[in-house]
């Protein structure tokens, strides 16, 4: 099913005016401040898990509210397979995500999973639309990664049990990282077939939240149930739904890799909000900032 829509839904190369570009770069950076803002929100709440189960079912009903406002695409049929890969996605990135977040620090396991994502959309965007990164993509993807690297802070030993766990935060963050290369993937598809965002979001967590439920433990369901009646909960779910709505408009009018890799920005966005709560980033960080906006700004300039 996926080869034969690769053949009729692959991107369709289109003339990235200055204006287009501007777009694209507003809409990714937009969606990437509040891609940071939702995952600092869940770590705060120190009940991962249920929080990021929790957070996405709250996105899922924001955005079936707005269905009923929404025109239904005459082309949904031919966008499902991709809605169904965005679903199956989303649910693995949430239950890797709150998994990663359980064993390890917000800093590292956000950044290292942003930066792993580049390493696998390429090959997956290759696979479903036929697709394969420019050498100016290339070079900005590894600017952006390696500007993560540097602002991702340096792992202290693990003398103590409580830093043996978080080790095993290592494949989680990987999980994670294959996971949002997956749903980036599925929502392009979606775009490409003509599906609107708000309903390929809607159905695609259709799926997505029931098998998280489904799969979440005795004590994960408690603390999703009681995190529903925190505003804070509200406010993080608005600022995921928000994200991936503008995700999907964007990847309607780009690749996936391009896309992943302006959003990738949220990583400076999350450092920026951890100074002002407070944390004292070191001047590597500082200078992984800078060399991450310098892909960024390749990306926008591309």
């Known amino acids: 099913m996926f080869l034969w829509t690769r ?50 079912t709250g996105a899922w009903l924001i955005t079936c509210a707005v269905l009923p406002f929404t025109a239904w ?3 949904l049929k031919s966008a499902l397979p991709y809605v169904a890969l965005a679903g199956f996605g989303e ?9 990663a977040y359980a064993a390890g620090d917000l800093a590292l396991t956000y950044a290292a999973s942003r930066a792993s994502a580049l390493v696998f959309v390429w090959p997956l965007s290759g696979l479903f639309f036929g697709t394969m990164p420019s050498a100016w993509a290339v070079a900005a993807s590894t600017l952006v990664a390696g500007g993560i690297a540097l602002a991702t802070p340096r792992t202290r030993p693990l003398t103590t049990p409580a830093r043996r766990d978080a080790a095993w935060s290592v494949p989680w963050t990987l999980a994670t990282g294959l996971a949002i290369g997956v749903y980036h993937s599925g929502y392009k598809g979606a775009a ?18 029931p098998i998280l439920w489904l799969t979440a433990n005795h004590d994960v369901r408690k603390e999703a149930a009681e995190l529903v009646r925190s505003p804070i909960l509200w406010l993080a779910a608005a600022a995921c739904a928000g994200s991936f709505l503008l995700a999907i408009v964007a990847l309607a009018r780009t690749d996936s890799g391009r896309v992943l890799g ?41």
């Open 7 to 56: 053949d009729r839904f692959a991107a369709k190369p289109e003339r990235c005016t200055p204006r287009l570009r501007a777009v694209i770069l507003a809409l990714a950076l937009l969606s990437g401040l509040l891609h940071a803002a939702w995952n600092v929100l869940v770590k705060r709440t120190k009940l991962e898990r249920g929080a990021t189960v929790a957070v996405l």
């Open 73 to 75: 695409p005459s082309t």
């Open 91 to 99: 649910a693995a990135y949430v239950y890797a995500l709150g998994r």
């Open 192 to 209: 490409n077939a003509g599906a609107s965002p708000v309903v390929t979001l809607a159905l695609a967590l259709s799926l997505a939240c």
């Open 262 to 302: 302006l959003r990738n920005s949220s990583v400076a966005f999350a450092l920026l909000m951890a100074a002002w709560l407070g944390e004292r980033p070191s001047r590597r960080q500082w200078g992984g900032l800078g060399v991450l906006a310098s892909g960024v700004v390749l990306f926008g300039l591309e």
